[in-house]
């Protein structure tokens, strides 16, 4: 079955721009989570969804928000961005159950560059 | 607070050898999962093997084994017969609470393992 998929895969932004990110979780999965990966701070939570609901939030400033549809795809959005926002995010999606390990499936990142 | 500590900023090891890579963790929940993940350059993150907090054998997925030793909040992982597909970045995660509450998760820094042939 196909993985997760996020969109675009690459872009470049500038200083003050806002960027819409799409992920597109693995067919029956109802959990996405959020990740920004940089050099410096390493893998940090953003925010999860459930269910169109936002079940826990990272420390992130309110520049970063997101949401999720009834079919379960997730977009996050970064208004004015700055320069420390050039990263890979990851979305990750989770079938949420009792059993098993409730891994999390990554999807390939999207990697933003703000110039 | 909840912590991941992997003290090995990169490693070596031969082809077909065994390796491990060190994880620490810290928190103060009684039930929590702790995860491997392979991170090679093209950046997808790949799970790896998974030890819950109550689970009282240590978690094997083929090559893959967690050496987990609850009382000194260690849960290392060893890959045996390491392969040149191996290289790649490793991290070890944890999340708190148990299996559904949350997937919001904990990482470590990361131990980039190198194969060489």
């Known amino acids: 079955k196909a993985g997760v998929t996020q969109t675009p895969r690459y872009l470049i932004k500038t200083r003050g721009q806002q960027v819409t990110l799409s992920c597109s979780p693995i067919s029956g999965h109802r959990s996405v989570s959020w990740y920004q990966q940089t050099p410096g701070q390493g893998l940090q939570f953003l925010f999860e969804y459930f269910s169109e609901t936002q079940r826990n939030k990272g420390n992130f400033p309110g520049r970063f928000s997101g949401r999720q549809f009834s079919n379960s795809r997730s977009e996050m959005n970064v208004s004015t961005l700055e320069l420390g926002d050039s990263a890979l995010y990851l979305c990750?999606?989770?079938?949420?159950?009792?059993?098993?390990?409730?891994?999390?499936?990554f999807g390939e990142g999207s990697r933003l560059t703000v110039l | 607070a909840q912590k991941i500590t992997q003290t090995q900023p990169g490693m070596f090891v031969q082809e077909k050898e065994a390796v491990t890579l060190d994880c620490t963790y810290d928190t103060s929940d009684q039930s929590y999962g702790l995860f491997w993940y392979k991170q090679p350059s093209s950046g997808e993150m790949i799970f790896l093997i998974y030890q819950g907090s109550y689970d009282e054998q240590n978690a094997t997925e083929g090559r893959y084994s967690l050496n987990f030793q609850k009382a000194r909040k260690s849960a290392n992982l060893v890959i045996s017969a390491s392969q040149l597909g191996d290289s790649a970045m490793y991290f070890c995660?944890?999340?708190?609470?148990?299996?559904?509450?949350?997937?919001?998760?904990?990482f470590g820094t990361g131990t980039l393992l190198a194969v060489q042939p």
């Open positions: 995660a944890m999340r708190e609470g148990r299996r559904g509450a949350t997937n919001k998760l904990i």
């Open positions: 990750a999606s989770s079938l949420e159950a009792l059993r098993g390990t409730g891994e999390l499936f």
